[in-house]
């Protein structure tokens, strides 16, 4: 007959409830916390809480080392006493008593579930449970605890250690000890089973790892190392020939495969045995030298870029880097060249921040490229000029205002506004009055940007010119939008004209015109600019009064 207490709630909601945190756990323990399988199990094991805080506000489980028992009742059985186990995880720290109370689904589950996965990996000189609770500071999980050192430790006893006697098998008195013996090479595991030497689970998975470790390192740049070390060593023109064959070979090899980190670790460590190596002849040096100049080659390095455009694995951006620092100077133009012709969008920015590299430390070059006759090595130079902010490409870029290609006066005039220095935007200014609506316009616009009030004498003789008449909306808002950023309320008057004044017969300016007006008066912002556009705020145009309108919400803001 069973003398346990009828539990308050059926047993079976417990055991639930257990299931699913336990499905949670290994979830947490396999997936990101992002993970879609991860958030399912958590959600699953909240909802699992719900029916047990309807009928209780706490919830009392007792810890044994197989079993999670609750009111007498086992609730989850583990009979394996490993880290898989929920038990034993518990039990093994001193856990002895688990008490959870309502709302703790909601405010302290995760952090729970992150600190039993914690402790399932965690090695003998880390923290363990009670230490990681303790300093989580639970307010809905409370525990009891033993001190696993003391407990069931019973007291010495002289004289029970001395009347203890000695029990010995009848069997082993009358039958003579026999031997075993095994055929030479051959081990009995039964021998290391549980004995001190058996390898526990923890030194299993070190093994475990060592060997996929050996297993994925990369043994060719051990191979190119060695060959460098032999080729030093060694000052016998054969061996000294036959190695640079191999290196040759090998390096082939290394393309081939897509080992881009080894490649350049090869053509670094080649220069540098160049160098390094005594009693070196002339012809052995260019021979060894040879390696990276040929990668730096047109015809080498193109193929190198394809291979990479038509491959669908991309590479690393360090392994990528560490190959161009190798490359000598001459391959930025190849490099460039290459930039248009990408296929993939990935690849291409991979290459452009490497070849970004190669250029700020090679800075001559880049400039040289800039004004070369190849366009479109042209047009990729000054675009990495102007993202690398180089200033010493302002005289090469200003040489190229004077293009009669409008992309290259646009590629040109952006860089320059990138860079931004005082000498950049200095020679900038003269583009406003550019034939291409395109280079105006990134010219005024850098320097609305930057407040470049230099230029706002040209941009005021750009309102007042003819060319205003013919220009787009776009190209109208950007002036005025520039002027208004610069003049401050010495331009009130020019603005006030355009918007308020009138001509002969009553006429106005053009909506337009009288609009950007209005929208520049809002970037001047001062109490005089305020009240030339309320003069204006009851205008009959309605583009011009949405315009007046929307610069007096930002004025007053």
């Not at 990479?308 to 360090?318: C, I, N, S, W």
Request: overall charge negative.
């Amino acid at each position: 007959m069973d003398d346990r207490p009828e539990p308050p709630f059926p047993v079976a909601l417990v055991e639930e409830m257990l299931r699913m945190f336990g499905r949670a756990v290994r979830a947490h323990q396999l997936y990101l916390p992002n993970n879609p399988t991860y958030l399912r199990a958590l959600e699953q094991a909240r909802a699992a809480f719900l029916p047990i805080w309807a009928q209780a506000d706490e919830l009392v489980i007792e810890v044994t080392d197989t079993q999670l028992r609750w009111e007498g009742h086992p609730v989850l059985n583990e009979p394996d006493k490993t880290t898989d186990a929920l038990p034993w995880v518990l039990y093994k720290d001193g856990i002895r008593e688990l008490r959870l109370l309502r709302d703790v689904e909601q405010q302290e589950l995760v952090n729970l579930i992150g600190i039993l996965t914690r402790v399932r990996k965690t090695s003998p000189d880390e923290d363990d449970l009670l230490t990681l609770l303790w300093e989580q500071e639970f307010a809905f999980v409370r525990y009891r605890y033993v001190d696993v050192l003391l407990e069931g430790a019973p007291p010495l006893d002289a004289s029970e250690a001395a009347s203890t006697q000695r029990l010995v098998d009848p069997l082993q008195v009358h039958e003579p000890a026999t031997e075993t013996i095994l055929p030479a090479g051959v081990v009995n595991l039964d021998d290391f089973d549980a004995t001190l030497y058996f390898l526990d689970e923890r030194e299993v998975e070190y093994l475990r790892d060592a060997i996929a470790d050996e297993y994925a390192t990369d043994l060719r740049g051990n191979v190119v190392g060695i060959l460098l070390d032999v080729f030093e060593a060694q000052a016998d023109p054969a061996i000294r020939d036959e190695i640079v064959g191999v290196l040759d070979n090998l390096l082939v090899h290394l393309l081939t495969a897509g080992q881009l980190r080894t490649v350049a670790e090869l053509l670094r460590e080649v220069t540098l045995a160049a160098n390094r190596a005594r009693d070196v002849t002339p012809q052995q040096r260019e021979t060894l030298l040879s390696l990276p100049n040929r990668m730096s080659e047109p015809e080498a390095l193109s193929q190198l870029l394809q291979s990479l455009d038509e491959r669908a694995e991309l590479p690393e951006q360090g392994d990528l880097n560490d190959l161009f620092e190798q490359l000598r100077v001459g391959a930025l133009a190849t490099i460039f060249s290459w930039m248009g012709r990408l296929q993939s969008p990935r690849i291409r920015t991979l290459l452009e921040r490497a070849a970004q590299r190669l250029a700020a430390a090679h800075t001559s070059e880049l400039v040289r490229l800039i004004g070369i006759s190849d366009r479109e090595v042209s047009l990729e130079a000054i675009r990495r000029a102007g993202a690398m902010r180089a200033a010493a490409a302002v005289p090469a870029l200003a040489r190229l205002m004077g293009q009669p290609d409008a992309d290259v006066r646009l590629a040109a005039t952006q860089a320059l506004a990138e860079i931004a220095t005082p000498g950049a935007l200095q020679q900038l200014e003269r583009t406003i009055d550019d034939a291409s609506r395109e280079v105006r316009v990134a010219a005024v616009r850098a320097f609305a940007v930057r407040v470049h009030r230099p230029a706002l004498a040209r941009i005021e003789a750009a309102i007042n010119g003819k060319r205003l008449q013919e220009a787009d909306l776009s190209e109208k808002m950007v002036l005025f939008e520039a002027f208004g950023a610069m003049c401050g309320d010495g331009g009130i008057p020019l603005l006030d004209g355009l918007l308020n004044a009138k001509g002969f017969f009553g006429r106005r300016e053009d909506p337009e015109l009288r609009a950007c007006a209005a929208m520049a008066l809002g970037r001047v912002g001062s109490a005089d600019a305020i009240d030339v556009l309320r003069r204006a705020s009851a205008d009959k145009e309605i583009l011009v009064r949405n315009a007046v309108n929307r610069a007096l919400r930002g004025g007053a803001s």
